[in-house]
């Protein structure tokens, strides 16, 4: 008999050893019962055959059941990127146990110097603190890496610095550091491309990858693909249209047998379910949010189990006895993940949907209706009831700073006094002053309503005396804001020059509570300011000159129009450099993108005719260069540069006709031709007009423009400047080593223009700034008539979704870039008033506001930051002029 691989469900806690499951995922064994006693307890006839097997565990201990002689082998199914964020010690435990047993097995390769590092967290948690005998004594006995007799100097030396480390700590350090090799998780099928090529295939939650040998060639997004297939032996994948454009066909592979080409098109299937399966029918529950599809998936399902037979390998098996064992254990009622949607590195596309459960939430329906009729109607009402809800979500950025990174760089001792003091002596009494002026706004805000001391009411039915009183305290705040540019020069500095800084900051921006780019919400207090100064004018407008608010409205403008005007030349050079940080983080290939004189004008996505055809590429476009980057493939969502050219000498002109590929154009330059190609008209016209004015800027400036370039693009021959025949996710894994790796977040705008085939200006940039709204909206369930009430913030092109507006973190979020906003049509069979709806291709939401007010807001803003400034309309035909990207 030959080997047969099955897979299976299995459940281990604490309590109960084992016990396998039914693909249901649902448990009946009772509290106390392990898998040994529940088999004791079924009929006689069924143990007539049962047969003795051996089920090893993740710790190696080995269980004896009667079923069959065989060995029943626990481990890992699906490998999230972070399993550290696993919520259950006990669960983490077992992914360390995985990635020992993947290191004994030479399944995770990597350096002898991570290996080391792993190696001395295993054995800090299994032997506790450093004792040079008992550590080779153990290292004698135990095997945790092929030959590590050559490197048990190395591992002694590193375990000797993790002195005082819990188990769960350590086992924490080896999660964290396996999650950043290219090959943790990975599992090789062999296969053989078109041409014959022995390659090795792999599935990972980001899709489907391929290797040749060790190397990562290729990978397929989810977002990517539209279909996955096996016929016979060959295993197919079709890709979106928008993706491999009109001159790819459908990628085929070729694997051993049809059996082996069956189980990986499983597996691919049940990778995609577990990672990318959001609409599954869900239990009742009280959640108002679920984060995302791990967090749907119970314990059960992050493991699985191998039957091992002796013939025909690779067939699945059903064990009549095994699937009729229904497991039942507390654990599968919480989801073992809360991972963060924004949490980068998932090497996914942003998403096109917040995940918002249909059954949480509460329901609001005819309550709430007759609540909104006691309150004010009049607009100024609303208009102060705004300023109270982006001065809630102000403070809450405020305190990303003043108390979480600040508690971040204190407990690894990572900042220079010299910084910290320069920091938070200049953010802190500003955090301060705006906690005491929120107070006084919902103070006012409460009277204003009615709900106590009805005959003061009149008296209080104004916002103007409030902000004139607080305007004038905040100008003496000016020479703070003004100091904001060193504050964010020198933490950049300081960033560059300390690594242990560096490492903060980025482990920092994966944190939840840091839903932006961390430098961004440095811009926050002078970007304030200029919301004050809009809302007021507002107040200003819709007040008669005799209304008795009016006056201190127009006093409270005045003063912060003063302020901005000071600060208005500032705001614009610190977006520029917050803009250039941001994109540093996110580039592979470039040294110094923040060299001075430098400023950002255009990002985006268009295709570039390669030997290969229409490849995708992300384009930035610069006041001195071109540069174009394709998607990283390890795991980092950083973008490789592929080329620049100089702005110096550059040509651009339109060349649909003679390439025969809609929305075309070339682009001249000294050092290359290159041919590329627009999603819409629309986008070709803005990138046409953004170049021949970038062309015509850098003209004037012809030796700080080399200088610039000289100085920042990294050395690279002038062959892999023109390497467009190679393949897309051309990578290697230069950066793969551990202290070169980082996560990025998936939601910025260079992320979702790339998936959403669309690019944004600068221009774009600072009219967003303007554009930030916050408040409760009501989301509509899905399938049914429910509302479910989310505080909604809206900033950088996002909507970002909370349960109340006094939560620290967002629960998801929905980049909007590329949607359409609009009221629902009478086909939508909406029956409420308020209600607006986005629409991306066939993703469609309805969200309803409080009054016409705030309804109009909503639209006013996302319609202004969605749809960019029409400067290139000139360029299209008159049909095309309001149409949107899809």
């Known amino acids: 008999m030959g080997e047969i691989e099955g897979t299976y469900r299995v459940l281990q806690t604490p309590g109960s050893r084992l016990g396998v499951q039914k693909t249901t995922g649902v448990s009946t064994l009772e509290p106390g019962q392990n898998l040994s006693t529940a088999m004791a307890s079924l009929p006689a006839k069924m143990h007539e055959r049962d047969l003795p097997i051996k089920i090893k565990m993740l710790d190696n201990t080995v269980e004896v059941l009667d079923i069959e002689t065989t060995m029943l082998r626990l481990a890992v199914k699906f490998f999230p990127p972070d399993p550290g964020q696993l919520q259950e010690e006990y669960t983490r435990y077992l ?7 993947d290191l004994a097995e030479e399944r995770l390769t990597c350096s002898d110097n991570t290996a080391a590092l792993l190696v001395s967290h295993l054995l800090q948690s299994e032997i506790g603190d450093f004792e040079e005998t008992e550590d080779r004594e153990h290292l004698k006995t135990n095997q945790y890496l092929p030959n590590q007799e050559r490197i048990e100097g190395k591992i002694l030396e590193f375990h000797r610095k993790h002195v005082g480390q819990t188990p769960a700590e350590s086992d924490f350090q080896v999660l964290e550091i396996a999650r950043k090799l290219e090959m943790y998780g990975i599992r090789f099928h062999l296969a ?3 041409e014959g090529t022995k390659i090795n295939l792999a599935v990972s939650h980001m899709g489907v990858l391929v290797f040749q040998g060790n190397t ?14 096996f016929k016979r032996k060959r295993f197919l994948i079709k890709l979106h249209p928008e993706v491999c454009g009109p001159y790819q066909d459908t990628l085929e592979f070729l694997l051993g047998s049809r059996d082996e080409c069956k189980n990986f098109w499983k597996i691919c299937v049940e990778y995609h379910t577990f990672f990318r399966l959001f609409d599954q029918p869900k239990p009742k529950a009280k959640a108002v949010i679920v984060l995302d599809a791990l967090s749907l998936k119970p314990f059960s399902l992050l493991f699985h189990s191998i039957f091992s037979f002796s013939s025909h390998p690779g067939l699945p098996v059903d064990h009549p006895q095994l699937s009729s064992l229904l497991l039942k254990s507390p654990l599968g009622l919480n989801p073992p993940f809360q991972v963060n949607l924004n949490a980068a590195g998932q090497g996914s596309s942003p998403l096109l949907s917040p995940v918002l ?10 309550d709430d ?11 100024a009402y609303f208009i102060a009831k705004e300023i109270l809800a982006t001065e809630r979500t102000y403070l809450k950025d405020l305190e990303v700073i003043t108390v979480w990174f600040r508690s971040a760089v204190i407990k690894e001792n990572a900042m220079p006094e010299g910084l910290m003091t320069l920091l938070f002596s200049n953010i802190d009494p500003i955090y301060e002053f705006h906690r005491g002026f929120l107070k006084e706004i919902e103070q006012r805000l409460s009277l204003w309503e009615g709900k106590t001391n009805a005959h003061m009411k009149g008296d209080y039915q104004r916002i103007g005396d409030v902000m004139l009183r607080n305007m004038r305290t905040l100008k003496e705040f000016t020479s703070y804001l003004q100091r904001h540019d060193e504050v964010l020069t020198e933490l950049e500095k300081a960033t560059k020059r300390l690594k242990k800084l560096e490492m903060v900051y980025k482990e920092f921006e994966l944190q939840k509570v840091c839903y932006l780019p961390l430098n961004t919400f440095l811009l926050k207090p002078i970007q304030r300011l200029m919301h004050y100064k809009l809302i007021l004018g507002r107040l200003c407008k819709h007040y008669t000159a005799e209304h008795r608010d009016f006056a201190d409205c127009r006093n409270a403008l005045k003063e912060v129009t003063e302020m901005t005007s000071q600060l208005q030349h500032s705001l614009i050079r610190l977006e520029n450099f917050q803009k250039l940080t941001e994109l540093q983080h996110d580039l592979i290939g470039i040294d110094n993108l923040t060299a001075p004189g430098r400023e950002f004008i255009r990002e985006g996505c268009l295709y570039k005719l390669t030997k290969k055809g229409l490849q995708q590429r992300m384009f930035f476009l610069f006041s001195d260069m071109l540069l174009y980057t394709s998607k990283g493939v390890t795991g980092t969502n950083q973008f490789k540069i592929h080329g620049h050219l100089p702005l110096q000498g550059m040509l651009v002109e339109e060349s649909e006709n ?3 590929v809609p929305h075309c154009f070339t682009i001249y330059s000294a050092q290359k031709t290159i041919v590329v190609a627009a999603s819409t008209r629309l986008e070709m016209g803005k990138w046409m007009e953004d170049l021949n004015m970038a062309i015509e800027m850098a003209k004037k400036s012809t030796e700080k423009s080399d200088m610039l370039l000289e100085n920042s693009v990294c050395n690279r021959s002038s062959d892999e400047v023109s390497l467009e025949q190679e393949s897309e996710d051309d990578i290697h894994s230069s950066r793969s080593s551990l202290d070169r790796q980082s996560h990025h977040r998936a939601n910025t705008t260079m992320h979702v223009c790339w998936y959403r085939n669309t690019s944004v200006s600068m221009t774009d940039h600072s009219v967003a700034v303007e554009n930030q709204l916050s408040g409760y909206l009501l989301r509509k369930f899905k399938n049914s008539n429910g ?18 507006h006094q939560d620290d973190y967002p629960l998801a979020s929905l980049p909007l870039l590329g949607y359409a906003v609009s009221s629902p049509a009478e086909a939508d069979g909406i029956q409420k008033d308020y209600v607006f709806k986005l629409q991306f291709k066939s993703h469609v939401y309805f969200f309803r506001a409080e009054s016409k007010y705030t309804f109009e807001r909503w639209m006013e803003v996302i319609k202004r930051a969605t749809s960019s400034p029409a400067r290139s309309s000139l360029l299209l035909p008159k049909g095309e002029k309001d149409s949107h990207t899809d």
């Open 216 to 229: 990562k060639i290729n990978t397929f997004n989810w977002s990517k693909v539209r279909k996955l297939s």
């Open 787 to 804: 509302w479910q009430k989310l505080w909604v913030v809206f900033t950088n092109f996002c909507l970002f979704f909370y349960k109340t």
């Open 357 to 366: 459960s249909d059954a949480g939430g509460a329901r609001v329906e005819e």
């Open 658 to 660: 003679e390439w025969a």
């Open 95 to 101: 992914f360390a146990l995985q990635i020992k047993r």
């Open 369 to 379: 209706e007759m609540k909104r009729k006691r309150y004010p109607t009049d607009k």
């Open 192 to 194: 053989s491309d078109r």
